[in-house]
């Protein structure tokens, strides 16, 4: 699952958010901390910390104490040692952050939430098609060899363990989750963009509002997806323009498809527009983004990058007829699990039952 980082383009969505070990990649956003920090001494990863929007009032009410005090300072002396005092306090505080940053200890991302005064250390979209991608990656298989839908295996269980998990610690916030109901979405998009959030899972389809609405305000990153016991893999997405059969005019429909679907007008279209290509030759020979910031650049760079990574399985999943079904009663019973109105093995049965009568409906 991706990391902190938002990434979701039209043509590839990807687990930024989801941590194991935090190798990388709910595909997502990394926040301010994670694309400052990164330095090889302590003292001038911390100086870079203190660059972040999170921790911009340590920074001010440093400088609003240590103003006053060093008009007071009758030695030189005096003022250094005020000066190492606060160093010390502020060390204390980012160390830790810092270590991480630098891959010295592990990520932490309630540690870096608690050091940050962030409310949510992991926020994951709430929705079944980003659920399912962390799914895959904890091994979860969800078709059986009829390619029929079978959600519930050792994987899937995995992935909702985590969840359920996270939302108990304390690492994910049931403010998110458990405030919506049934299959609806529930995004952190304003938590993320207000520097609430360590660590994003999301889709590429953020970059261009965040490049737009966060600015200059803080560092953000996209990592790579991170991984779970049965791989590192986000989920296919996006929009896509399709000709009609029925159409009168077929040759000049034809002519317009052809038009825009060159490699010259869908560049300049991915190029405008900040998206993901879904097209592999220009996947191979990369998008010049010249509106974007040198940080939305980065990011669209790491999610085209984890489109050679994606499973085979998670686009059967995309392409698979009946797939708003299983997103829908996925995301709506693991809801339930996390609110506490179900138990995971009650979840789980009725997961099954909702996809199997409402597959049946539909093939009436």
Same mark, same amino acid.
């Given at each position: 699952?991706?990391?902190?980082?938002?990434?979701?383009?039209?043509?590839?969505?990807? %687990?930024?958010?989801?941590?194991?070990?935090?190798?990388?990649?709910?595909?997502?956003?990394?926040?301010?901390?994670?694309?400052?920090?990164?330095?090889?001494?302590?003292?001038?990863?911390?100086?870079?910390?203190?660059?972040?929007?999170?921790?911009?009032?340590?920074?001010?009410?440093?400088?609003?104490?240590?103003?006053?005090?060093?008009?007071?300072?009758?030695?030189?002396?005096?003022?250094?040692?005020?000066?190492?005092?606060?160093?010390?306090?502020?060390?204390?505080?980012?160390?830790?952050?810092?270590?991480?940053?630098?891959?010295?200890?592990?990520?932490?991302?309630?540690?870096?939430?608690?050091?940050?005064?962030?409310?949510?250390?992991?926020?994951?979209?709430?929705?079944?098609?980003?659920?399912?991608?962390?799914?895959?990656?904890?091994?979860?298989?969800?078709?059986?060899?009829?390619?029929?839908?079978?959600?519930?295996?050792?994987?899937?269980?995995?992935?909702?363990?985590?969840?359920?998990?996270?939302?108990?610690?304390?690492?994910?916030?049931?403010?998110?989750?458990?405030?919506?109901?049934?299959?609806?979405?529930?995004?952190?998009?304003?938590?993320?963009?207000?520097?609430?959030?360590?660590?994003?899972?999301?889709?590429?389809?953020?970059?261009?509002?965040?490049?737009?609405?966060?600015?200059?305000?803080?560092?953000?990153?996209?990592?790579?997806?991170?991984?779970?016991?049965?791989?590192?893999?986000?989920?296919?997405?996006?929009?896509?323009?399709?000709?009609?059969?029925?159409?009168?005019?077929?040759?000049?429909?034809?002519?317009?498809?052809?038009?825009?679907?060159?490699?010259?007008? %869908?560049?300049?279209?991915?190029?405008?527009?900040?998206?993901?290509?879904?097209?592999?030759?220009?996947?191979?020979?990369?998008?010049?983004?010249?509106?974007?910031?040198?940080?939305?650049?980065?990011?669209?760079?790491?999610?085209?990058?984890?489109?050679?990574?994606?499973?085979?399985?998670?686009?059967? %999943?995309?392409?698979?007829?009946?797939?708003?079904?299983?997103?829908?009663?996925?995301?709506?019973?693991?809801?339930?699990?996390?609110?506490?109105?179900?138990?995971?093995?009650?979840?789980?049965?009725?997961?099954?039952?909702?996809?199997?009568?409402?597959?049946?409906?539909?093939?009436?």
């Amino acid at each position: 699952m991706p990391g902190f980082g938002l990434w979701f383009s039209r043509s590839s969505e990807y %687990l930024s958010t989801q941590v194991r070990t935090l190798r990388g990649a709910f595909a997502g956003i990394g926040l301010a901390l994670e694309h400052s920090l990164t330095t090889n001494s302590e003292e001038s990863s911390m100086n870079k910390v203190l660059r972040s929007p999170m921790t911009l009032a340590a920074a001010v009410l440093a400088c609003a104490t240590a103003l006053p005090a060093a008009a007071q300072f009758a030695k030189p002396e005096d003022a250094i040692k005020y000066r190492k005092a606060v160093f010390t306090v502020m060390a204390s505080h980012f160390g830790r952050v810092a270590g991480m940053a630098n891959g010295r200890i592990p990520f932490d991302a309630k540690a870096v939430a608690d050091k940050v005064q962030a409310p949510f250390p992991i926020a994951i979209d709430r929705s079944g098609h980003r659920f399912l991608g962390m799914a895959i990656s904890e091994g979860a298989k969800l078709f059986d060899a009829k390619g029929d839908p079978a959600i519930i295996d050792e994987g899937f269980k995995r992935a909702v363990e985590k969840v359920v998990g996270w939302h108990a610690s304390g690492v994910m916030s049931k403010e998110l989750w458990a405030s919506v109901s049934g299959a609806t979405y529930r995004g952190a998009n304003d938590e993320f963009k207000n520097a609430q959030v360590v660590l994003y899972m999301s889709g590429s389809w953020q970059i261009a509002q965040f490049d737009k609405t966060i600015g200059n305000a803080f560092d953000w990153v996209v990592v790579p997806t991170p991984c779970g016991a049965g791989g590192c893999t986000g989920m296919p997405g996006g929009a896509g323009l399709v000709a009609i059969k029925s159409t009168k005019n077929p040759q000049a429909v034809a002519k317009v498809m052809e038009y825009l679907a060159s490699e010259e007008v %869908l560049s300049e279209f991915y190029s405008r527009t900040l998206f993901v290509p879904g097209h592999v030759g220009l996947s191979a020979k990369g998008i010049d983004y010249p509106t974007a910031s040198p940080l939305a650049k980065a990011a669209l760079t790491t999610f085209s990058k984890e489109v050679g990574s994606i499973s085979p399985l998670a686009y059967q %999943l995309q392409g698979y007829v009946f797939n708003r079904i299983m997103f829908s009663a996925v995301i709506s019973r693991v809801g339930q699990v996390v609110a506490g109105e179900a138990k995971p093995d009650e979840a789980y049965k009725r997961i099954e039952a909702d996809i199997a009568q409402q597959i049946a409906e539909r093939k009436k």
